[in-house]
């Protein structure tokens, strides 16, 4: 089994980790698939969470989740990680405690012959925020189509009264005429 220092020199060394990782806009670790360590972030992640990159590479990835939640994100990865990659949406909580709704894409890298799992990080705050606001704008515009189909409905309903009203004073226009 290699120690952190020997997958740190392996990772440096490769193309992919020099060329994507570092520079990559997209917020991603790269975590040992054994015991689920940190062993490396890009600068975007940093930026999202707020630790440093020393704080980073002390922790093991589910522990960037709340605390509630560890255990049962141990034995996903347990059921996972024999797989080339997966998935997951989760809280991840930033150095200030705040909460970043993110999606965590797993992608298993061999890399010198050595599995790694590259992590994709993608910050889901905006699409939550999206989605919430459309589901409140389908609420306005449910409540507004329920308004207007009572509208609809009161004014069919005083035509038919004005149609009997006049249909019966059509039929007193007669009468008087006969």
């Not at 930033?94 to 797993?106: L, S």
């Not at 890298?109 to 589901?135: G, P």
Request: aromatic fraction near 12%; proline fraction near 2%; charged fraction near 35%.
């Amino acid at each position: 089994m290699l120690k952190k220092a020997n997958y740190k020199t392996l990772l440096e060394k490769s193309v992919f980790f020099k060329q994507v990782f570092f520079e990559n806009a997209i917020a991603m670790l790269i975590v040992r698939p054994d015991n689920l360590q940190i062993i490396d972030a890009n600068k975007k992640i940093i930026d999202m969470v707020g630790f440093t990159k020393s704080e980073l590479l002390k922790k093991r990835i589910y522990e960037m989740n709340p605390v509630k939640l560890q255990p049962k994100i141990k034995k996903q990865f347990e059921n996972f990680k024999e797989k080339a990659d997966f998935c997951f949406d989760l809280p991840v909580i930033k150095k200030n405690k705040d909460k970043v709704y993110a999606e965590e894409r797993f992608y298993k890298f061999k890399i010198k012959d050595t599995e790694v799992f590259v992590v994709s990080i993608y910050d889901l705050t905006e699409r939550i925020n999206l989605e919430r606001n459309i589901k409140e704008e389908n609420h306005k515009l449910m409540t507004k189509t329920k308004e207007l189909l009572q509208i609809n409905r009161n004014l069919i309903s005083s035509y038919e009264h004005l149609k009997k009203k006049f249909k019966d004073f059509r039929i007193m226009q007669k009468q008087e005429l006969i």
